[in-house]
């Protein structure tokens, strides 16, 4: 596909621009009526908020104009799980993220309130805060609290399916008589003013707490805790960070990714890569709806390239890749191993191991059988079992009301 499949995908992307340029300028100037006003999410600061994080973790950074308080995490996890917020009542944002799978669906992409596929797998939300750009291709893309408007107001693709019923929507949050209070108590700079931008901003609020930094490997690695983990364990590390296997190239650091913001790292690091996963014409194509960042650069060498997202509770949040393509972590080991993916038949039949615009990090390898468990022992040794159950993060209203 080349500088063609871009040239095919213009419309789509001048349409993701555009809606890029709407999100901004909501999130520039949320509020029209008269009294107080929300600054801008912008500059961004330490977070001083308890995140109940184990002493080696870092805190996040987080908006100086949305603060992390206990009174918007409140709200922000209610409206989080309400399917108020949606078209027609029968999703919310939880629908697409679910705790037991770290935030994620189990999809291979997710689908809105039509029915219609996404061209995405659903990302983890878990450590969210510590990602300097959002989603798995839009490096413009920096803050929850615009990254929100995307799946409420998004019309290509529609997901929650809200454009246009801001007014409906904040009716129905009126009718609920605890959201009065929950609001005046999250945002008495405005009055608990029930508003879109204070919506967004306990929706981030609440996603900035869902930090997974107790798996049995952070025992081990970090907490000096040598009996945390079987000696598979700690033979499949080595493997996964030696130069023979690559994969701590773009996996590495607190987050297992090498996409990280936090107190300790201001200044973010940010990365994309392309891994091989297709090659439809020989010449490194991808699929028309799922280009990479070339969607928003415009860039033939951009074509394919994601943003590795972070590994941790990896074993529960397949099926994998940015599309969902690939069902299982042998089956994802088994891509790397390769050097890429080859497709043999159908309209993405190609060799992804001679992707020219391919990542010089994806060479291929082998392993033995004993190897191969030991690698995947490690990945499973990275799954936060109290993060996956914690009641600070689970459903508000099923022990209340039976919400819908």
């Known amino acids: 596909m080349g500088e063609g499949g871009i040239a095919a995908s213009r419309s789509w992307r001048a349409g993701a621009l555009l809606l890029a340029a709407a999100l901004l300028a909501a999130g520039l100037a949320y509020t029209q009526q008269q009294g107080p006003t929300l600054e801008p999410v912008d500059a961004l600061v330490p977070s001083d908020y308890d995140f109940g994080l184990p002493g080696w973790a870092p805190n996040p950074m987080e908006p100086a ?5 206990l009174a918007k995490v409140e709200l922000g996890r209610r409206l989080f799980y309400d399917k108020r917020l949606s078209r027609d009542g029968s ?3 939880a629908s697409c993220h679910e705790q037991a799978r770290a935030f994620t669906d189990g999809r291979a992409v997710s689908r809105g309130v039509t029915g219609s596929p996404t061209p995405r797998n659903a990302m983890s939300l878990a450590n969210v805060a510590y990602f300097p750009v959002l989603t798995w291709a839009n490096p413009l893309m ?16 529609v997901e929650l ?8 929507v904040m009716r129905r949050l009126q009718a609920k008589p605890l959201y009065g209070p929950l609001f005046a108590s999250a945002f008495p700079e405005v009055r608990g003013e029930m508003s879109l931008a204070t919506v967004v901003r306990a929706l981030a609020a609440f996603e900035r707490t869902l930090v997974s930094m107790r798996s049995s490997y952070d ?28 994969c701590h190239h773009c996996h590495n650091g607190l987050n297992l990714s090498d996409t990280v913001l936090h107190e300790r790292n201001r200044i973010g690091e940010v990365a994309f890569h392309n891994t091989g996963l297709y090659n439809l014409d020989g010449r490194g194509a991808y699929p028309r709806d799922n280009i990479g ?9 951009d074509m394919g390239r994601f943003r590795a997202p972070s590994l941790r509770n990896v074993a529960v949040t397949g099926p994998y890749m940015h599309d969902g393509s690939i069902a299982t972590l042998d089956e994802v080991i088994d891509h790397y191993a390769a050097g890429g993916r080859t497709i043999k038949s159908g309209t993405h039949a190609g060799v992804g191991r001679t992707n020219p615009l391919k990542s010089s990090f994806i060479p291929g390898f082998s392993l033995t059988r004993e190897e191969r468990g030991d690698l ?3 990945l499973q040794s990275l799954t936060d079992e109290g993060f996956l159950r914690d009641p600070r993060f689970s459903n508000p209203w099923i022990s209340q009301e039976r919400h819908p």
């Open 65 to 69: 104009a949305n603060r992390t308080t």
């Open 91 to 93: 999703m919310a944002c």
């Open 142 to 157: 920096q803050h929850l609290e615009r990254q929100a408007l995307v799946p409420l107001l998004g019309q290509e693709p």
């Open 161 to 168: 399916g809200l454009a246009g019923m801001d007014a409906e």
């Open 219 to 246: 025992r081990y690695r970090y907490e000096g805790d040598t009996d945390a983990v079987p000696d598979a364990v700690i033979r499949g590390e080595a493997l996964f960070f030696s130069e023979r296997l690559e």
């Open 293 to 301: 960042i070339a969607e928003i650069t415009g860039r033939a060498e």
């Open 376 to 378: 995947i022992a490690f």
